[in-house]
């Protein structure tokens, strides 16, 4: 069974800096998807950026990017310029190719601080 | 484009009670999931749709919940009767088919069971 790890509960960042929020994942498959969804305190969840395993290049996204690492099977997000509007739980989230249930991991509380 | 739409988006019960919610999802999609998300957690899948075909009912506790999508595009997940237990917000999400990655999530029904 796949498991996803999400090691920091919490954390903060001040207006217009740098953060990067960490997941770990367990897996055999080889062919995958990961997601890092966003879900603000009105809790209308919201896909921030998605990973194919098979690629090499890591996914941007405007302010946020990836550094995939499948070998050390570790999918971190990085939030740049952060800003009010990113204080959130974000989850990091894995998905097999054909078997389509996400699996979440436990998520992180960013608060953007001004 | 309307997103996926969930209603009630609250709802308070007395144990043993019966509860409903309904989702619509966005049009087109074919795959339609409901998750459940306990405070502080990830959501976990309950049941996964394929137009009006359940393929993935394995984490749904089947004593007490039924859902059903009769025609392959809105859904109604019901709990008979509730138990304390079950408070917790119940997410839908749709994807346009089991071959597409992204699932798009709804705002979530919040359970509260007294």
């Known amino acids: 069974a796949q498991t996803v790890t999400q090691s920091q509960p919490e954390m903060s960042v001040q207006e217009a800096e740098t953060v990067t929020l960490s997941c770990t994942y367990d897996?055999?498959?080889?062919?995958?998807?990961l997601f890092w969804y966003k879900q603000p305190p009105s809790r209308q969840m919201i896909l921030v950026i998605r990973q194919e395993a098979y690629k090499q290049q890591n996914a941007t996204e405007n302010r946020f990017s990836v550094n995939f690492q499948k070998a050390a099977k570790s999918f971190s997000l990085k939030i740049s310029d952060s800003q009010l509007g990113d204080t959130a739980m974000y989850f990091c989230?894995?998905?097999?190719?054909?078997?389509?249930?996400?699996?979440f991991g436990a998520g992180t509380i960013l608060r953007v601080k001004s | 484009e309307a997103g996926v739409v969930q209603s009630p988006r609250y709802k308070i019960i007395e144990k043993k009670q019966p509860v409903a919610f309904w989702c619509n999802p966005i049009s087109g999609h074919n795959t339609l999931y409901w998750y459940l998300q306990n405070l502080g957690q990830g959501p976990e899948l309950l049941i996964r749709?394929?137009?009006?075909?359940?393929?993935?009912d394995s984490q749904l506790p089947k004593d007490r919940f039924s859902a059903e999508r009769l025609k392959g595009v809105d859904s109604t997940l019901k709990i008979q009767p509730a138990e304390l237990g079950d408070s917790a917000v119940y997410l839908c999400?749709?994807?346009?088919?089991?071959?597409?990655?992204?699932?798009?999530f709804g705002p979530g029904t919040r359970l509260l069971v007294l």
């Open positions: 897996t055999s498959e080889n062919n995958y998807y």
């Open positions: 749709y394929e137009n009006e075909e359940a393929v993935d």
């Open positions: 989230a894995f998905m097999r190719s054909y078997g389509n249930k996400l699996v």
């Open positions: 999400a749709s994807s346009l088919s089991s071959s597409q990655e992204t699932q798009y």
